[in-house]
């Protein structure tokens, strides 16, 4: 059972940065890809980041390409987000989640659908 714990979350002014950290148990992570998403009030759950654990292949969404970086860390089984150039509309709970079946799928999941284990989620609040 994979287990998932995300953190680094909190209030930040526009401009700022924050990391966020998931870190994961359970699994045999080396065979997942790993992704970051976020939701705010009364919309849906949409992917920001993703990336595989085997050879670091990553995808991100349009609105947060250039200011958003994931990695990972193979010995902490630890994935992040680094946020930097915050805007109000990045103000949401983000998800850590696991894709169990990118390998089968060919591509890296970019829907909620396609991952097996999420995590709890952390409030990220960026004021104007």
């Known amino acids: 059972q994979v287990q998932l714990v995300e953190s680094g979350g909190g209030l930040v002014q526009a401009g700022g940065s924050l990391r966020l950290s998931c870190a994961a148990s359970?699994?045999?992570?080396?065979?997942?890809?790993w992704g970051w998403f976020r939701q705010a009030p009364g919309k849906e759950r949409d992917i920001v980041a993703a990336?595989?654990?085997?050879?670091?292949?990553?995808y991100y969404a349009d609105s947060v390409k250039g200011r958003f970086t994931i990695s990972r860390d193979d010995a902490k089984n630890t994935v992040y987000l680094q946020m930097n150039s915050l805007k109000p509309e990045d103000t949401a709970v983000y998800y850590c989640?696991?894709?169990?079946?990118?390998?089968?799928?060919?591509?890296?999941?970019?829907?909620?659908?396609?991952?097996?284990?999420w995590g709890q989620g952390t409030q990220v609040t960026v004021s104007s």
């Open positions: 990336i595989t654990w085997s050879d670091g292949n990553t």
């Open positions: 989640a696991a894709d169990l079946a990118w390998r089968i799928r060919g591509r890296i999941g970019t829907k909620v659908y396609e991952y097996d284990y």
């Open positions: 359970g699994g045999t992570f080396s065979m997942n890809a």
